[in-house]
């Protein structure tokens, strides 16, 4: 017999032969419309089970891998700072020991916690936001830790021309208007994706996923769905070409599994983050 655990399929090696750990930040206190996504990091875990660790797109497999799950990180869930200097200290820990550090939201302030941690290593690191909303606002109902101003919060400490968001189809007018000055918003999907490189070029990179950034169609599960979004391939495709970069961390949320009543959305993000795991790990 074997120890019964808890993890996202495949993902059960040691932490110490492990060059990607994943863990879950459960936090959704900030959320402005419809709460929930603290529950999707040990939806994602459970719902996997139901996807192959075999990818036909890649050929290759989890199996094959050596990734880490960490579990969920125990976050305070009325004070978004306490919650946010924890996903820092955990995130550096990662970095210290050079892996690639893959979390799991929540809601998207989480973000604010493992770009605090990544930039402390990287001071030169740049930012790629794939979103339906700009996340740009100087504060949310007087609140400046919010989701949805998360963005405007990272670019305080990385500074202009070096966030690069994509899928952008939301915010209020100062959002759009301030971001041409001092960020590279485009809007709708990812033309132009691929011209980044060259300001890029082998900088350190941060990835954040926001999933509303795709159609509500084939993503409804989610707290603030914005129609017109993309779709999976488009979304494959372009996190392909990011992994091609020099990415030291990344994440993805936003997911709500309770407001996910067909159970799509979650088999959605099983199989995204089983693709991030296989384009994102490198043998050396
Ligand atoms: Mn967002
Ligand atoms: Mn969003």
Not at 77 to 82: A, I, Q
Not at 129 to 143: E, I, P, S, V, W
Not at 246 to 257: A, R, T
Request: glycine share 8%.
């Amino acid at each position: 017999m074997e120890k019964n655990i808890h993890t996202f399929i495949g993902c059960d090696n040691d932490y110490d032969e492990s060059k990607i750990v994943i863990f879950g930040a459960p936090f959704d206190s900030t959320t402005s419309y419809r709460p929930g996504t603290r529950f999707a990091s040990s939806a994602m875990r459970n719902e996997s089970f139901g996807i192959e660790t075999y990818s036909p797109y890649q050929d290759k497999d989890l199996m094959d891998i050596k990734v880490f799950d960490g579990g969920d990180l125990e976050l305070c869930f009325g004070s978004p700072e306490s919650a946010l200097k924890d996903i820092e200290e955990f995130s550096s820990e990662i970095l210290k020991d050079h892996k690639l550090p893959v979390m799991i939201g929540g809601e998207h302030l989480v973000t604010l916690g493992a770009v605090r941690a990544a930039v402390k290593k990287h001071p030169d690191l740049c930012i790629i936001h794939f979103d339906a909303h700009a996340d740009l606002r100087d504060d949310y109902l007087g609140q400046k830790l919010s989701h949805a101003c998360v963005m405007r919060r990272c670019h305080e400490l990385v500074g202009d021309g070096r966030i690069f968001q994509f899928g952008i189809r939301s915010g209020d007018r100062e959002e759009f208007i301030w971001g041409k000055k001092h960020v590279s918003t485009n809007k709708f999907n990812f033309t132009g994706l691929e011209k980044i490189k060259d300001k890029i070029k082998n900088k350190p990179v941060y990835f954040t996923l926001d999933l509303d950034v795709l159609d509500p169609s084939c993503f409804p599960g989610t707290g603030t769905p914005e129609a017109g979004g993309v779709n999976f391939t488009e979304l494959m495709l372009a996190i392909q070409f990011v992994s091609t970069l020099n990415v030291i961390g990344l994440d993805v949320n936003e997911l709500s599994p309770a407001l996910d009543q067909s159970g799509a959305s979650t088999a959605l993000a099983c199989k995204l983050l089983r693709e991030i795991l296989l384009y994102f790990y490198k043998e050396n």
